[in-house]
């Protein structure tokens, strides 16, 4: 297999560009299709201060490290969601690549800082966990991008990830929250701008990346995803794309080139006015917004393990060679469900 490029060996073939590339190629393939979503989207420039959420999953290292590759000046924010071993080694993984190439993370406890744990918010409220992590990611990232002077945050969520909301909003035709699906979500009465800089990669093109650059990054999912309704809206996808190469950036980007704004009325529609909460300031339609009820509720409370919750989730943490041998098989496996081929 020849890289498309250079004529020399090819690691990597991609079903939907019709190219393979060399390991020199494919980076540089991934640093321009990073750069065209950030130009074609006007994300933000290079003065701009860019708060980069990581997970110590290989998305958001991805994004980080492409970022500072192009230049940016993009520091990272980790925040420990107490989901037991499976958060210490996040911590672990996201501090130890900052460290690793001498950039800025900040982080947040929720526990110490704030008196609880994902999997006890998940208990005391009888809700998924995913809700009360949600809403905490959401506030905590406003504030930091907030009291820290950042012009934007910066998530890792790539095209299958854009693809599997949008096809779950479709299936039940959420119009509101289409006409809120963007790359950008511009600033708006106290919230920071947001942005989504991996759109035009594929969890198979950030998962090879990371083993390609040497990138230690936590393999699974977090275990209180099991049953995320997105996980079957990805296979779905997978199952399409192993067909029809191609199909999920068309889907995702003629979404946004010829329907997304007719539902932009519907999303305006629903704004609600928005005042300081009388807790903390950050915006809010209500007097005390829901991050503070929310810790109000459960600060303080009986911390409730992991496997409580019913979690089965298997927790892995892969270094240097294992590393690349663990993302050497998920690039694989994406591939092999894609039809395709990789070779990190
Ligand atoms: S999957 Fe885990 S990290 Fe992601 S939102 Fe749900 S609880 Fe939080
Ligand atoms: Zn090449
Ligand atoms: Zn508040």
Redesign the pocket.
């Known amino acids: 297999m020849k890289c498309t490029v250079c004529r020399g060996e090819a690691v990597i073939d991609l079903r939907r560009h019709n190219a393979n590339f060399c390991r020199e190629h494919f980076l540089r393939f991934c640093r321009d299709q990073v750069a065209k979503a950030i130009a074609e989207h006007r994300m933000f420039g290079p003065d701009d201060r860019v708060l980069v959420a990581v ?1 110590g999953g290989k998305d958001s290292l991805a994004l980080w490290d492409l970022l500072v590759e192009l230049g940016y000046r993009a520091e990272g924010l980790y925040i420990d ?1 107490g ?1 037991g071993s499976y958060s210490e080694a996040s911590t672990a993984t996201s501090v130890a690549f900052a460290e690793s190439r001498g950039l800025t993370l900040h982080r947040v406890d929720l526990r110490e800082e704030h008196g609880y744990d ?1 999997p006890t918010a998940a208990a005391v409220t009888r809700r998924v ?2 809700s009360s ?2 809403l905490s ?1 959401r506030h905590l990232f406003d504030e930091v991008a907030r009291t820290g002077g950042f012009d934007v945050v910066a998530t890792g969520h790539n095209l299958d990830d854009e693809a599997a909301v949008l096809l779950g909003n479709v299936l039940h035709w959420q119009t509101e929250y289409l006409g809120r699906q963007a790359p950008v979500l511009e600033e708006r009465d106290g919230f920071p701008k947001k942005v989504k800089p991996l759109v035009r990669l594929s969890e198979r093109e950030t998962a090879a990346y990371c083993v390609l650059r040497g990138i230690d990054y936590i393999v699974e ?2 275990p ?2 099991a049953g ?1 309704r997105h996980l079957r809206y990805k296979e779905a996808l997978n199952a399409l794309e192993a067909a029809s190469p191609g199909t999920k950036h068309a889907f995702y980007f003629e979404f946004l080139d010829k329907a997304a704004d007719r539902f932009r009325p519907e999303a305006r529609a629903s704004q609600e006015e928005l005042r300081p909460c009388t807790s903390c300031g950050a915006p809010t339609t209500a007097e005390v917004c829901a991050f503070c009820r929310l810790v109000e509720r459960v600060r303080g409370a009986e911390p409730v393990p992991v496997e409580v919750l019913g979690s089965k989730g298997r927790r892995r943490r892969r270094r240097n060679g294992a590393a690349r041998d663990g993302a050497a098989a998920e690039a694989g496996a994406t591939a092999a469900a894609a039809g395709e081929r990789v070779r990190p």
């Open positions: 997970s969601l989901i994902i966990p995913c992590c949600g990611k999912e977090c209180m995803a995320n």
